[in-house]
């Protein structure tokens, strides 16, 4: 089956520490995001790539990075300078073009200790 | 720039009875638009959505919507509501020549046996 997997579900981060997300994908597609979603904001783009090795700033990249070595792969490390991390990270891929669906991970919860 | 307004946060209705959530957007260019449905700690799953063409659009799950260019809405409908309708749902627009989804901040359908 053709999809996009994120692991782990659950994230415990202690005060300092760097953790790293990681979403996989099978569908062949050049486009990834990772969204943040917080209760009553909606999903809030942190990073995007539409090629491998190549990455754009999102509306709320402090604090975090990317990288984009493979076409599959697109992990999302949550730096100590991210001072609120707490969230719902959410992983997302579609074929280029602008008219294209974006198709959804099963999200991973990141929680602070 | 392109945003897109959810009014309501949440909405009660009564198992069997008609539902509208309410998305209004703007955009300086042509847009496309999508509803997206979310069940608790999942990712995001797509319901619907309009490219181009006739301005009511089919989903699944029995779900519509109507794509309104003179009064920029594209509210979702649903005749007879079940149970496993509750979620919460999300408006989502991508303007012509842009490479990013903008995404409201989410209508938690509730419904009542």
């Known amino acids: 089956d053709g999809g996009i997997t994120q692991s782990p579900k659950y994230l415990f981060r202690k005060e300092g520490q760097n953790v790293t997300l990681s979403c996989e994908q099978n569908?062949?597609?050049?486009?990834m995001y990772w969204y943040r979603q917080d209760p009553g904001q909606g999903l809030r783009l942190i990073y995007y790539?539409?090629?491998?090795?190549?990455?754009q700033k999102g509306d709320i990249a402090e604090g975090y990075s990317v990288s984009r070595e493979k076409k599959e792969s697109f992990p999302l490390t949550v730096t100590s300078a991210q001072k609120n991390p707490t969230a719902f990270y959410l992983c997302?891929?579609?074929?280029?073009?602008?008219?294209?669906?974006?198709?959804f991970g099963p999200g991973t919860r990141l929680l602070v200790l | 720039a392109q945003s897109v307004t959810q009014l309501d946060s949440q909405v009660p209705v009564f198992e069997e009875a008609p539902v509208e959530l309410r998305c209004n957007y703007s955009?300086?260019?042509?847009?496309?638009l999508f509803w997206y449905v979310q069940y608790p700690n999942q990712g995001l799953q797509l319901l619907l959505k309009?490219?181009?063409?006739?301005?009511l659009v089919k989903g699944i799950n029995g779900f519509e919507a109507e794509f309104n260019k003179s009064q920029t809405s594209f509210h979702l409908r649903k005749p007879s509501v079940h149970i496993s309708d509750t979620a919460e749902y999300f408006c989502?627009?991508?303007?012509?020549?842009?490479?990013?989804?903008?995404f409201g901040t989410g209508t938690k359908l509730q419904v009542i046996p």
């Open positions: 997302a891929s579609n074929e280029p073009g602008r008219r294209e669906t974006q198709y």
């Open positions: 569908l062949n597609h050049d486009a």
């Open positions: 790539s539409q090629i491998v090795n190549d990455f």
């Open positions: 955009s300086s260019v042509s847009v496309y």
């Open positions: 309009y490219l181009s063409g006739s301005t």
């Open positions: 989502a627009v991508r303007g012509e020549g842009y490479q990013k989804v903008t």
